[in-house]
């Protein structure tokens, strides 16, 4: 009886993968041109003898992020795709000092085109920035919250600004760079008289909820304005849109703004 003896192909572990391939091709490209030389000039990436590129650190980077569960298992994620045989040390090392070259890349990536469409610039407006922020909580065992705070571009399609805070920083206008013919599109958690103030002494526009009870209206000659009592007396039907001229008082100074009201059809109030 003979035994039949097979080898098995020794198969190097840094052989250049299919996802691989797909980096190279599909994400290298779009990534800034000075991205070696700001991984340098930013200390992340020092020396090439144990990661190859600035791109292969920006992949692990990733691979932590969205794929793995432990600097152990980078390290050995990063040896079978080939990216770097560097333990989990030198990469939680390489991780440390990544954050100054990640949020400069941020920044890179989420700049807004400078492009204006025609009928923006006719009204004097050069952004549409929908602004709101989310809460993130943390695996582990001290719960802790991050707040993310985001302002979207409406016309580019894309983030345009983005904050990483702690749950001590609440949501807030100020956190946002706002220029001159920008239109702010944000929820009630903005609509404070402290924060439509600033949107306008920057010169932009703002569109926001807000209630009744924490933002005081006034009318020209100073007097204030129950706005409940006001809604009822238009005695408007579901789908009629109303509004009044109004003013908020900001340090002694009214600033003059309009309060805008839908009243909603039996329909819209079941879907609400």
């Given at each position: 009886m003979?035994?039949a ?6 198969m190097?572990?840094?052989?250049e ?5 797909s980096?190279?091709?599909e994400?290298?490209p779009?990534?800034?041109?000075q ?12 020396r090439?003898?144990?990661i190859g ?6 992949r692990?980077v990733?691979a932590?992020v969205?794929?793995?569960h432990s ?5 050995l994620?990063?040896v ?5 045989d ?9 991780l440390r000092q990544?954050?100054p070259?990640l ?6 990536l ?12 006719r ?5 549409v920035?929908l602004i709101d922020?989310?809460?993130v909580?943390?695996?582990?065992p001290?719960?802790l ?5 985001t302002a ?8 345009s600004?983005?904050?990483v805070?702690d ?9 946002f ?5 920008d239109?702010?599109i944000?929820d009630?958690a903005?609509?404070y008289?402290?924060?439509?103030a600033?949107?306008r002494?920057?010169l ?5 909820r807000?209630?009744a009870?924490?933002?005081?209206l006034h009318d020209?000659?100073?007097q204030r ?7 009822k007396?238009?005695?408007a039907?579901?789908g009629?849109i ?6 908020i ?5 009214p ?7 839908l ?8 879907r609400?």
């Amino acid at each position: 009886m003979s035994s039949a003896h097979h080898d098995t192909p020794n198969m190097s572990v840094t052989q250049e993968q299919p996802g691989t391939q797909s980096w190279e091709r599909e994400v290298v490209p779009r990534l800034p041109n000075q991205l070696h030389e700001q991984a340098q000039q930013l200390h992340a990436f020092e020396r090439s003898r144990q990661i190859g590129s600035a791109s292969d650190l920006l992949r692990g980077v990733l691979a932590y992020v969205y794929t793995v569960h432990s600097f152990a298992h980078l390290s050995l994620w990063s040896v079978l795709v080939g990216v770097a045989d560097i333990s989990a040390n030198a990469w939680r090392k390489r991780l440390r000092q990544a954050g100054p070259w990640l949020t400069w890349l941020l920044q890179e990536l989420l700049a807004s085109s400078t492009a204006v469409a025609p009928w923006l610039a006719r009204s004097g407006l050069r952004r549409v920035l929908l602004i709101d922020g989310t809460h993130v909580p943390c695996p582990g065992p001290h719960g802790l919250i991050w707040r993310v705070h985001t302002a979207f571009d409406l016309l580019t399609g894309r983030l345009s600004q983005l904050r990483v805070t702690d749950s001590h920083v609440a949501e807030r206008l100020e956190l946002f760079e706002l220029q001159q013919g920008d239109l702010v599109i944000t929820d009630r958690a903005n609509g404070y008289r402290e924060r439509i103030a600033f949107v306008r002494e920057r010169l932009a526009h703002l569109v926001v909820r807000f209630s009744a009870a924490t933002l005081p209206l006034h009318d020209a000659q100073g007097q204030r304005i129950d706005v409940l009592k006001w809604l009822k007396g238009r005695h408007a039907p579901g789908g009629r849109i109303c509004s009044l001229p109004v003013c908020i008082q900001q340090q002694g100074q009214p600033l003059a703004l309009r309060m805008i009201a839908l009243r909603l059809t039996e329909a819209q109030r079941q879907r609400a």
